[in-house]
């Protein structure tokens, strides 16, 4: 193969640490040039002018100037660690990736975020986890970019703006900072039924975490594993905390935010320093890779979906330990970039619509967020297997690369020739049929259901769960301003549960509406309860 262009390591060199440091006997400025005094500008005597001849001023401040990047469009708040995943070898027989292997050991780095308030925004807020792990193997980098929920508000990326505008403070106002108590958000959920189901876990406990700790996390998405024989099974991601899932009150959760913003990121920092290193079983929940893609009647390419784990159980397939906390939040926790797209040999997407679109739009935004293409050469993203890219120059690119023939295969660096065997461990897109099909822009039938899934999750619940989902809900719609979206989300809850419905309702002071159509005939699943739940189980 051709020159390796970047170095393979992801840690710093010792030049880079020495560089990065505010260590050594002298100041100098960026040129390196020896500064004897940094706080004092240069004037045309003590009291007089001061004078633009002043480079080390000009590029002190310029730089200061230019310290703040974008945050994150979502997940803009969020902690991170450092740390290890060792693989149990329970997932080799349904795929090849080397990182899944028995015994393998794989360097992680794991952000956790709230999803829609401001990088300074409160840790303990009522809102959805991303839970998401980037995987250093030595085939690439694998990311699972998951969420402390396992379903999603939507089952089509395209939608995605409109939901996050809902969400996200008024316009106007630029309230609330980072609570989903407010108009916008209960009219978009209340018009967009699908996110029906992912809104009743918003209102439960888990949207109010104890800490990242004890938060489960999941891929969400279905997606394809693939075997060394080349055969295929579908999958969904599970984490599993060793600590057990625990979340706060609703009263807690109110104090801490005002006590300290910064609970859970201290928490976490806090137990890694001690010694106390948090762990997550990394579990699969399989299914047959069948032409139709349903398991059970249910739709596993509809993201509002879950499959109750007493369908189909999920099976530990490794550990994951945090057990360093960042040196440098900006370097590590804030430059960072995770993609859906950034898979290994052996893991494959399926044709769910909302992960089309993330396909697209991380890379995308990766962009703007970190100024130009070539972030993937920043220490905390750059892979630990060799990278022979041919990308080449563009914005930020630190990388000297040696030769003059960038392409593939080439005669004069001697690099890349195209032989046979090639494709040997690289990246291969499974060949799935796509059905022929005509060009639409419409959901399928089997999308339809809204409320199916949200009425079982409810009939899980104990009943101190169901107590404080109705007061969650009683506590956030009180908030909205316009009388007809309470009317609306009530006609909702109807659609879940009577019980639901009247206990919000009377909270509000309005009347219980009858559901339109008979609810789902569904089963509980003990296992969707916080304290039904049998995890751990050692
Ligand atoms: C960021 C999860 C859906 C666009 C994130 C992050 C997580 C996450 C965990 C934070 C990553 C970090 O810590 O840096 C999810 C999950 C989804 C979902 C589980 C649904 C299953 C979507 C969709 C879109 C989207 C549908 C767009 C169409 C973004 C963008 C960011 C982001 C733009 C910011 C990325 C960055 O600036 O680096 N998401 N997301 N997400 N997500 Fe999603």
Known sequence: SGPATISPTGAPTGADRARAAQSGAHLTDAQGVRRPDTDHSLKAGPRGPVLLQDHHLREKVMHFDHERIPERVVHARGAAAHGVFQSYGTAASVTKAAFLAEGAETPVFVRFSTVLGSRGSADTVRDTRGFATKFYTEEGVFDLVGNNIPVFFIQDAIKFPDVIHAGKPHPDREIPQAQSAHDTFWDFVT?????????????????????????????????????ADGGTTLVKFHWKPKLGVHSLVWEEAQIAAGVDPDYHRRDLADAIEAGAHPQWELGIQTFPDTPDQTFEGIDLLDPTNLVPEELAPVQPIGLLTLNRNPSNFFAETEQ??????????????????????????????????????????LPINRPHAPVNDMLRDGMHQTAVHRGVAPYRPNSLDGGCPFTAGADMGAYVETPVLVPEATKVREAPESFADHYGQARRFWLSMTPVERDHIIGAYTFELGKCWEQAIKERALQVLAHIDPELCAGVAEGLGLPAPEPTEPLADVEPSPALSQLGRTWPTD
Do not use: C, K
């Open 336 to 377: 960072v970039a995770f993609h859906v797209g950034h898979l290994v040999p052996g893991i494959d997407i399926t044709d769910d619509p909302l992960l089309a679109g993330r396909l697209f739009s991380y890379l995308d935004t990766q962009i703007t967020r970190l100024g130009g293409p070539n972030f993937p050469q």
């Open 191 to 227: 018009l967009h039924t699908e996110a029906t189901h992912h809104t009743l876990w918003n209102m439960s406990d888990r949207g109010i975490p104890r800490s990242y700790r004890t938060m489960e996390g999941f891929g969400v998405h279905t997606f394809r594993l693939v075997a």
